[in-house]
């Protein structure tokens, strides 16, 4: 029976999503149980466990008598009222289906659905759930596909044109904007979907090249997403040899392009194609940081709603003649969610066209209302790119869906669910290293960090009563966690020498000298402090011990013995 419900779960997400509805179906189903009788609902976790005992390999009965004690102790501290469980157990149950069609995968149960023996066959399955879920997730490999998800990547993709039909559709779109002779002192635009026959075809061509379609596909799975082409939103764009004040000033300055940072799941991507030689324009990516230097075949691609960046000017280099270049635009979603991508697509079109109106309302400013709508360009422009680099659309989206749930459901969801975001951050990008965006991995690492300290604290000075030794642990722990920070230094504080940003470095000095992780040390002594503070502790138990396991989980990943990268096997030789 494993190995067929492995067969239906082999996608990280089905079998990550199964490992949420159902543990959660558990939780309603025994807190029904307890509603009937706090015995019953025992001895039938006993009774259960006691009959897989027989039949399960012993690390997947530990596993599963280990969840069950967790779940019963839930099910008990919840309350759940029953119509609560009731409801719980219906979305539950929709949300298993919903798993496989995001997924595109089979359920287990059509694999059965319709034989003479069904009812017996969905029995079993039943009874039989939630190890079979273990062990699919344990093969999917979720945890591993979860912190590869959730680590910060670099934010440009690079392909090459260099097929001789992409070399000669460069080169056809090249040579007609030369015969244009475009200014050297504003820059130039055509919008594709404005081009002739020929040359719209042309670039047509080159946004479904397959070098496009790999570069996507590098990150962007087949069986999950759909890549589409945004042939509305091309442009032809010829850069100015200098930028005064008007809205070419905006290419100068850090920003982003669109403004639907907050839509999850989902994202428009811009790819720069280079149609000539070009030596002087750099297109820089802060956040990465990375900088590219794009010439005759090369693609630079980043999110149009997300990605901060920048042109600046290599030093002494000076392009010969224009500096050409094809804007491509591609919307990436999950397939069975065509809508919801497209609605994404839609809207950011619209976007750039009215985008494009102001711009070139405000590219050649003469009366007063056009440098004033310079201006605003300008200065919403930087505030926007304020809010992206210090906070992310993501992080707005998810506080405030934890925000909306906290108040729906009465529940502290917000506080447990925005206080360790930064430590899966820190497994997380341990456990990819490659191709890491540092300073949005340290931006978010930093503003999480931030939100959970400010909640403890918040916490500590509503429930704060004298007690001279919870203030003496927590100004232990963080002053030894300062003076380790100061000793390694910021930067490497956040692996910047195990993501190759800086050599390694081995202390000798205070209080590296005495303790091996004495960060890590240093904060669990604070949260300890933290913890001893009676109205704190009964105000959200679960808190300050969360902290310290997630805090000793990464401990024992620094030290190798969970969640390492297997290196690659050694070549053999004869």
Same mark, same amino acid.
């Given at each position: 029976?494993?190995?067929?419900?492995?067969?239906?779960? !082999?996608?990280?997400?089905?079998?990550?999503?199964?490992?949420?509805?159902?543990?959660?179906?558990?939780?309603?189903?025994?807190?029904?149980?307890?509603?009937?009788?706090?015995?019953?609902?025992?001895?039938?976790?006993?009774?259960?466990?006691?009959?897989?005992?027989?039949?399960?390999?012993?690390?997947?009965?530990?596993?599963?008598?280990?969840?069950?004690?967790?779940?019963?102790?839930?099910?008990?501290?919840?309350?759940?009222?029953?119509?609560?469980?009731?409801?719980?157990?219906?979305?539950?149950?929709?949300?298993?289906?919903?798993?496989?069609?995001? /997924?595109?995968?089979?359920?287990?149960?059509?694999?059965?659905?319709?034989?003479?023996?069904?009812?017996?066959?969905?029995?079993?399955?039943?009874?039989?759930?939630?190890?079979?879920?273990?062990?699919?997730?344990?093969?999917?490999? *979720?945890?591993?596909?979860?912190?590869?998800?959730?680590?910060?990547?670099?934010?440009?993709?690079?392909?090459?044109?260099?097929?001789?039909?992409? !070399?000669?559709?460069?080169?056809?779109?090249?040579?007609?904007?030369?015969?244009?002779?475009?200014?050297?002192?504003?820059?130039?635009?055509?919008?594709?979907?404005?081009?002739?026959?020929?040359?719209?075809?042309?670039?047509?061509?080159?946004?479904?090249?397959?070098?496009?379609?790999?570069?996507?596909?590098?990150?962007?799975?087949?069986?999950?997403?759909?890549?589409?082409?945004?042939?509305?939103?091309?442009?032809?764009?010829?850069?100015?040899?200098?930028?005064?004040?008007?809205?070419?000033?905006?290419?100068?300055?850090?920003?982003?392009?669109?403004?639907?940072?907050?839509?999850?799941?989902?994202?428009?991507?811009?790819?720069?194609?280079?149609?000539?030689?070009?030596?002087?324009?750099?297109?820089?990516?802060?956040?990465?940081?990375?900088?590219?230097?794009?010439?005759?075949?090369?693609?630079?691609?980043?999110?149009?709603?997300?990605?901060?960046?920048?042109?600046?000017?290599?030093?002494?280099?000076?392009?010969?003649?224009? !500096?050409?270049?094809?804007?491509?635009?591609?919307?990436?979603?999950?397939?069975?969610?065509?809508?919801?991508?497209?609605?994404?697509? /839609?809207?950011?079109?619209?976007?750039?066209?009215?985008?494009?109106?102001?711009?070139?309302?405000? #590219?050649?400013?003469?009366?007063?209302?056009?440098?004033?709508?310079?201006?605003?360009?300008?200065?919403?422009?930087?505030?926007?790119?304020?809010?992206?680099?210090?906070?992310?659309?993501?992080?707005?989206?998810?506080?405030?869906?934890?925000?909306?749930?906290?108040?729906?459901? /009465?529940?502290? *969801?917000?506080?447990?669910?925005?206080?360790?975001?930064?430590?899966? #951050?820190?497994?997380?990008?341990?456990?990819?290293?490659?191709?890491?965006?540092?300073?949005?991995?340290?931006?978010?690492?930093?503003?999480?960090?931030?939100? +959970?300290?400010?909640?403890?604290?918040?916490?500590?000075?509503?429930?704060?009563?004298?007690?001279? #030794?919870?203030?003496?642990?927590?100004?232990?722990?963080?002053?030894?966690?300062?003076?380790?920070?100061?000793?390694?230094?910021?930067?490497?504080?956040?692996?910047?020498?195990?993501?190759?940003?800086?050599?390694?470095?081995?202390?000798?000095?205070?209080?590296?000298?005495?303790?091996?992780?004495?960060? *890590?040390?240093?904060?669990?002594?604070?949260?300890?402090?933290?913890?001893?503070?009676?109205?704190? !502790?009964?105000?959200?138990?679960?808190?300050?011990?969360?902290?310290?396991?997630?805090?000793?989980?990464?401990?024992?990943?620094?030290?190798?013995?969970?969640?390492?990268?297997?290196?690659? +096997?050694?070549?053999?030789?004869?």
């Amino acid at each position: 029976m494993s190995s067929e419900f492995r067969a239906c779960h !082999r996608e990280a997400l089905n079998a990550g999503l199964h490992l949420v509805t159902t543990p959660l179906g558990l939780i309603c189903f025994l807190s029904l149980l307890w509603r009937a009788n706090p015995v019953v609902a025992v001895m039938a976790s006993a009774a259960y466990l006691a009959l897989l005992l027989v039949i399960l390999p012993w690390r997947l009965w530990t596993l599963t008598a280990l969840t069950i004690a967790l779940l019963l102790y839930m099910s008990w501290d919840l309350e759940l009222g029953l119509l609560q469980s009731l409801a719980g157990l219906a979305i539950c149950y929709l949300g298993q289906d919903l798993a496989h069609y995001l /997924s595109g995968e089979p359920s287990f149960q059509s694999r059965y659905k319709g034989h003479p023996s069904w009812l017996k066959q969905f029995l079993e399955h039943t009874f039989y759930l939630l190890p079979l879920c273990l062990d699919a997730a344990g093969h999917a490999h *979720i945890i591993e596909a979860f912190l590869v998800w959730l680590t910060p990547k670099g934010g440009l993709f690079r392909a090459r044109l260099d097929s001789p039909g992409d !070399r000669l559709d460069l080169a056809t779109v090249k040579d007609w904007v030369e015969a244009q002779n475009p200014a050297t002192d504003v820059t130039t635009h055509w919008w594709c979907n404005a081009l002739e026959s020929p040359l719209r075809q042309a670039a047509e061509r080159l946004a479904n090249s397959p070098q496009m379609v790999e570069m996507f596909r590098a990150r962007y799975g087949e069986p999950l997403f759909a890549v589409e082409p945004l042939h509305d939103m091309n442009e032809i764009y010829v850069a100015s040899k200098t930028h005064r004040s008007n809205s070419d000033t905006v290419f100068y300055t850090q920003h982003i392009d669109g403004p639907y940072m907050v839509y999850p799941f989902a994202a428009v991507y811009r790819c720069i194609v280079a149609l000539n030689e070009n030596v002087q324009i750099r297109t820089s990516f802060p956040m990465t940081p990375e900088a590219v230097t794009l010439t005759t075949g090369d693609v630079g691609g980043f999110d149009f709603n997300r990605e901060i960046h920048r042109i600046e000017h290599n030093a002494g280099a000076e392009n010969a003649g224009h !500096r050409i270049t094809l804007k491509l635009h591609y919307c990436v979603y999950p397939k069975r969610l065509s809508w919801y991508g497209r609605a994404l697509a /839609s809207l950011t079109t619209r976007y750039d066209v009215a985008a494009r109106r102001l711009f070139l309302k405000t #590219l050649r400013p003469q009366r007063l209302i056009e440098r004033l709508l310079a201006r605003i360009i300008l200065l919403t422009t930087r505030g926007y790119r304020f809010l992206a680099e210090y906070v992310g659309g993501g992080s707005i989206a998810y506080l405030s869906l934890l925000f909306l749930a906290d108040k729906v459901f /009465s529940a502290p *969801i917000f506080l447990y669910g925005s206080s360790f975001i930064h430590h899966l #951050l820190y497994m997380a990008v341990y456990y990819a290293r490659d191709d890491v965006a540092f300073y949005t991995f340290k931006r978010r690492a930093m503003f999480y960090r931030s939100v +959970a300290a400010a909640q403890l604290v918040y916490l500590y000075l509503r429930h704060a009563s004298f007690d001279p #030794l919870s203030l003496a642990l927590i100004a232990v722990g963080l002053g030894l966690s300062t003076i380790a920070t100061r000793a390694l230094g910021i930067e490497r504080t956040y692996f910047a020498a195990e993501l190759g940003r800086c050599e390694p470095l081995t202390l000798h000095r205070f209080p590296y000298n005495l303790i091996k992780h004495p960060m *890590i040390v240093g904060n669990i002594i604070a949260l300890l402090g933290f913890y001893a503070l009676p109205g704190l !502790r009964a105000a959200a138990p679960y808190l300050v011990p969360i902290h310290i396991v997630l805090y000793l989980l990464h401990m024992l990943q620094e030290e190798g013995m969970i969640l390492t990268r297997p290196q690659p +096997a050694e070549p053999v030789t004869s």
